[in-house]
């Protein structure tokens, strides 16, 4: 099975963050909460310049219907900065 991939990411200031798109290999997301725990705060970027787009390495949010195994099988995920964290859009409560 393929990686999921990070379609899109809001979250500018995030060092891995480059026009929008993640540029790190793989983000682990979760616990409870769809929350990205691989979001930095920086200005120096990170990640592969050749890399254009992210994917979900690891999920541990047990309760999203995209959820197998602390695996994300979702087609793609949308990430979006809210107040003081990066949320994965593409939750779905099971
Ligand atoms: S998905 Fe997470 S690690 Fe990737 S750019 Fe967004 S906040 Fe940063
Ligand atoms: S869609 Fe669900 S399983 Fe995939 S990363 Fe988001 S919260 Fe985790």
């Known amino acids: ?8 990411c809001d979250a500018e200031k995030c060092v891995y963050n480059k026009d929008k798109k993640c540029h790190t290999y ?3 997301v979760g616990d409870d909460l ?7 705060k920086g200005i120096e970027k990170a990640g592969a310049s050749s890399r ?6 690891s999920c541990k949010v ?3 219907t995209y959820n197998e195994g602390l695996e994300c099988h979702a087609g793609g995920v949308h990430m ?6 990066v ?8």
Do not use: A, L, S, V
Request: net charge positive; hydrophobic share 25%.
């Open 80 to 85: 979006h900065k809210t107040r003081g964290h």
């Open 52 to 57: 254009t787009i992210g994917g979900i390495g």
């Open 87 to 94: 949320d994965c859009k593409t939750y779905q409560e099971k």
């Open 62 to 64: 047990k309760g999203c």
């Open 26 to 28: 793989g983000i682990n």
């Open 1 to 8: 099975m393929p990686m999921t991939k990070i379609i899109e």
């Open 34 to 40: 769809p929350i990205c725990d691989t979001f930095m």
